[in-house]
């Protein structure tokens, strides 16, 4: 069964620190898709990033960066020198084949920046 | 800007009473998730339909929630009669569902409150 753990509930940074936000994943399967999601205090849930089981790179989008470790089912995501306006929840998801690729998600991350 | 439109925002509804809630897809997206959000359950996947087909509904309580997709433009989750536990965000998202395109795009959901 796949399965998405996010350890830490809430961490809060003071501005221009850098932070890094853990996803442990479980899954039987091969072939599967990790995500990140952020929920600002609007509500919405915004896409991020999407990662293959296929395809270990790290990714780096400004001061967003992904490391992607098979080895140790980890999925985690660092942001850089951070702003108040990442304040937000951040979701780690995974969808695999097996499931017809629905998406579970974990628990979520509450990010405080303070100024 | 293609986006998913759910409606209601709010709800307040007294215990008892029907809820409909609606999720108008991205066009083109054959993938639709129902997923509701509380603060003590996270991120739950409710339904989840491809093609206009329910995939999976495992997360749904049967006796008295039904999700159906009437149409490619139309989804909706109703809950009948309705308790002061179904008291949630219900978020519609929906996706191109297969492969490399298995993100989900979320409406701005709907507050729903029971009381």
């Known amino acids: 069964a796949q399965k998405v753990t996010q350890a830490q509930t809430e961490i809060s940074v003071v501005e221009k620190e850098d932070v890094t936000l853990d996803c442990v994943y479980e899954?039987?399967?091969?072939?599967?898709?990790l995500f990140w999601y952020k929920q600002p205090p609007s509500g919405e849930l915004v896409f991020l990033i999407r990662?293959?089981?296929?395809?270990?790179q790290n990714e780096i989008s400004g001061r967003y960066s992904w490391n992607f470790q098979k080895s140790t089912s980890s999925f985690n995501f660092t942001i850089t020198a951070s702003q108040v306006v990442d304040s937000a929840v951040y979701f780690c998801?995974?969808?695999?084949?097996?499931?017809?690729?629905?998406?579970?998600f974990g628990a979520g991350t509450r990010l405080f920046v303070k100024a | 800007d293609a986006r998913v439109t759910q409606t209601p925002r709010h709800k307040v509804t007294e215990m008892g009473q029907e809820v409909t809630m609606r999720c108008q897809p991205i066009?083109?997206?054959?993938?639709v998730f129902w997923y509701r959000q509380t603060m003590m359950q996270g991120l739950e996947l409710l339904a989840y339909?491809?093609?206009?087909?329910?995939?999976?509904d495992s997360g749904m309580p049967k006796d008295r929630f039904s999700a159906e997709m009437p149409d490619a433009t139309l989804a909706t989750l109703k809950i009948q009669p309705s308790e002061p536990r179904d008291s949630a965000v219900y978020f519609c998202?929906?996706?191109?569902?297969?492969?490399?395109?298995?993100?989900?795009?979320f409406g701005q959901g709907t507050r729903l409150t029971v009381v």
């Open positions: 066009l083109g997206h054959n993938t």
């Open positions: 990662r293959n089981s296929f395809d270990e």
């Open positions: 339909f491809r093609n206009r087909a329910p995939l999976d």
């Open positions: 998801a995974l969808s695999e084949r097996t499931g017809g690729f629905k998406t579970i």
């Open positions: 899954t039987r399967d091969t072939t599967y898709y």
């Open positions: 998202a929906s996706g191109l569902g297969w492969g490399e395109n298995t993100e989900a795009f």
